[in-house]
């Protein structure tokens, strides 16, 4: 991709050759998330030809994915993930905003609450309480993270308007149609289109301010995205990052901008020589008085 790095080093095993080294304000943290198990996981899994069924249009989770959901929701929580997250992204679909709000929104919402809720209850067949948006990061839907588009009804989408009454805290305004333009009945992406459409979401993180980021999305759009990186890597290290993710598995990542995409300014860096005063180093004296370095 030439932008952005998610891993370092050469194949060699020389620690300086296989150790790099950037700027901390030109790298973020991603926590990548694929989707707790849908109906079409079940049904396809049985049968292939299930995913052509409109039966799985728009999957939602299956009660073991709801509770996939609930062990993770533990997990980032005792780790302290939770805190951490500034921005959590997901793919517009209902298993992938079910997983989102259920691992990283708050605890049950109640009437009266002065903050709408991120899901209301029972939303998209779930059978569960609605799930409040307090003390959570903000949310936001992205079509460009979403699952291969075409022919499979179960990675439709419905339109905005409906999942704004789904999903009042999640923030839908970056997607510009209300109904899915993307998706075609006839024609199922490429792997390589969906490898370009996730080149171009990793490009965008950079326009985002935030430095840690969760973002809950799909298996294919993971792997193709994904096995574009490593390459420069120990071959268990390329493994780690591309490998086909579970149901609700999370992996933290760290990408690097290497060519200048991001242009925020380092928060933690500090300029030093405050007051002024002389401050040459030794060795930088030897060099501008070599007379002086040699009688020494």
């Known amino acids: 991709m030439g932008s952005s790095c998610l891993s370092s080093g050469t194949n060699g095993m020389d620690t300086a050759a296989s150790t ?26 049985k ?49 992938t905003m079910q997983t989102a709000v259920g691992v990283f929104g708050g605890e049950g919402y109640a009437d009266g609450i002065d903050a709408p809720p991120l899901m209301v209850a029972d939303a998209g067949n779930s059978n569960h309480a609605a799930i409040s948006s307090l003390n959570s990061p903000p949310f936001i839907a992205v079509e460009l993270c979403r699952e291969h588009l075409g022919v499979h009804p179960c990675d439709k ?59 809950v999305t799909h298996s294919g759009f993971l792997y193709h995205t994904l096995s574009a990186f490593g390459n420069d890597c120990h071959p268990s290290i ?6 086909h993710f579970a149901n609700c598995e999370l992996r933290s990542m760290v990408i690097v901008d290497r060519s200048m995409i991001g242009s925020d300014a380092p928060t933690t860096n500090y ?18 008085h070599p007379k002086q370095g040699a009688s020494q």
């Open 20 to 45: 790099s080294l950037y700027p901390f304000h030109r790298s973020k943290t991603i926590h990548l998330v694929r989707h707790a198990q849908g109906i079409h996981n079940v049904e396809g899994e």
């Open 47 to 95: 049968n292939h030809d299930a995913y052509l069924s409109y039966d799985l249009f728009d999957a939602h989770l299956t009660p073991l994915g709801w509770q996939q959901v609930s062990n993770l929701h533990k997990h980032v929580h005792e780790t302290g993930l939770a805190k951490k997250i500034e921005l959590v992204i997901t793919s517009p679909l209902l298993r």
């Open 157 to 215: 989408r419905r339109s905005i308007t409906e999942y704004k009454s789904l999903f009042p805290a999640i923030n839908f305004s970056l997607i510009e149609s209300n109904d899915d333009i993307l998706w075609t009945a006839d024609v199922r992406e490429a792997n390589e289109e969906v490898a370009k459409r996730g080149m171009k979401f990793v490009n965008w993180l950079w326009t985002r301010k935030e430095k840690e980021i969760a973002v």
């Open 238 to 243: 390329k493994s780690e990052i591309c490998t």
């Open 271 to 288: 300029p030093g020589k405050i007051p002024s005063g002389l401050d040459l180093p030794s060795d930088v004296a030897a060099e501008k």
